[in-house]
């Protein structure tokens, strides 16, 4: 279901597979440390002052807090009202979030580039060249941090949570979801946020029960409408 009509006309639910599982198919995927807007740490004081309890300073407080990028309604320019880099929204519910990257603002199907309808959270990887991205209905959009490693020890996720980030949100490794109806599961291994058809590696729609073997090399894993993924190894 898209927002205000809007259907994502990309790589989503429905797609014929392109791929097979693989464990061993090469790539590099981004780093995330993400986050969204903090108040204050405790004990500070406006100015960047400490209050002598806690010896909290201005430099540790502007460490720690993250600030969105951009909201999750409008048109942004690329270059002129976001830069070029890698996004999250986290939290959406119901499909009601929509984003596209487009190649100018004439709003023609022929502009498209790529978008998506996101339940739980999205990663988009907005380059240069794109002259537009269109968001709507999300949860605001923060930076990703392409540099950040992480430390993910994850057994289990949310089979409709969405895009995770590989070795930073879940560990690879081999997962099942049992219990899926009508192929209304479907889940994806990627190489990078960019959306594009030579992004995905390998990709199901799924009846029953689902497998899948997630390499450390992914970069991303999406999955919606699936049962909860649970790791066997």
């Known amino acids: 279901m898209?927002?205000?009509?809007?259907?994502?006309?990309?790589?989503?639910?429905?797609?014929?597979?392109?791929?097979?599982?693989?464990?061993?198919?090469?790539?590099?995927?981004?780093?995330?440390?993400?986050?969204?807007?903090?108040?204050?740490?405790?004990?500070?004081?406006?100015?960047?002052?400490?209050?002598?309890?806690?010896?909290?300073?201005?430099?540790?407080?502007?460490?720690?807090?993250?600030?969105?990028?951009?909201?999750?309604?409008?048109?942004?320019?690329?270059?002129?009202?976001i830069k070029p880099g890698t996004y999250r929204t986290t939290g959406n519910t119901d499909g009601l979030c929509y984003w596209e990257r487009a190649k100018n603002a004439s709003g023609e199907a022929a502009s498209l580039i790529a978008n998506d309808n996101v339940s739980g959270t999205s990663y988009v990887t907005v380059k240069a060249t794109d002259k537009l991205f269109k968001s709507s209905g999300c949860k605001d959009w923060e930076a990703v941090d392409e540099k950040a490693t992480g430390t993910a020890t994850t057994s289990r996720f949310k089979g409709d949570g969405g895009m995770y980030?590989?070795?930073?949100?879940?560990?690879?490794?081999?997962?099942?979801?049992?219990?899926?109806?009508?192929?209304?599961?479907?889940?994806?291994?990627?190489?990078?946020?960019?959306?594009?058809?030579?992004?995905?590696?390998?990709?199901?729609?799924?009846?029953?029960?689902?497998?899948?073997?997630?390499?450390?090399?992914?970069?991303y894993f999406k999955t919606t409408g699936c049962q909860d993924w649970k790791k066997t190894a």
């Open 2 to 81: 898209g927002m205000k009509g809007k259907i994502a006309l990309g790589v989503v639910v429905g797609v014929v597979v392109i791929g097979t599982v693989s464990a061993n198919a090469g790539g590099d995927g981004d780093k995330d440390n993400g986050g969204k807007d903090a108040s204050a740490s405790a004990g500070q004081k406006p100015g960047g002052k400490t209050d002598g309890k806690n010896g909290t300073t201005k430099q540790a407080e502007k460490k720690a807090v993250k600030k969105a990028a951009f909201d999750g309604d409008g048109d942004f320019e690329v270059g002129k009202d």
């Open 165 to 219: 980030r590989v070795g930073v949100d879940i560990t690879p490794g081999t997962y099942r979801s049992t219990g899926n109806t009508d192929d209304l599961c479907y889940w994806e291994r990627a190489k990078d946020a960019l959306h594009s058809i030579e992004s995905i590696r390998a990709n199901n729609n799924v009846t029953g029960s689902a497998v899948v073997t997630i390499s450390a090399s992914d970069a």
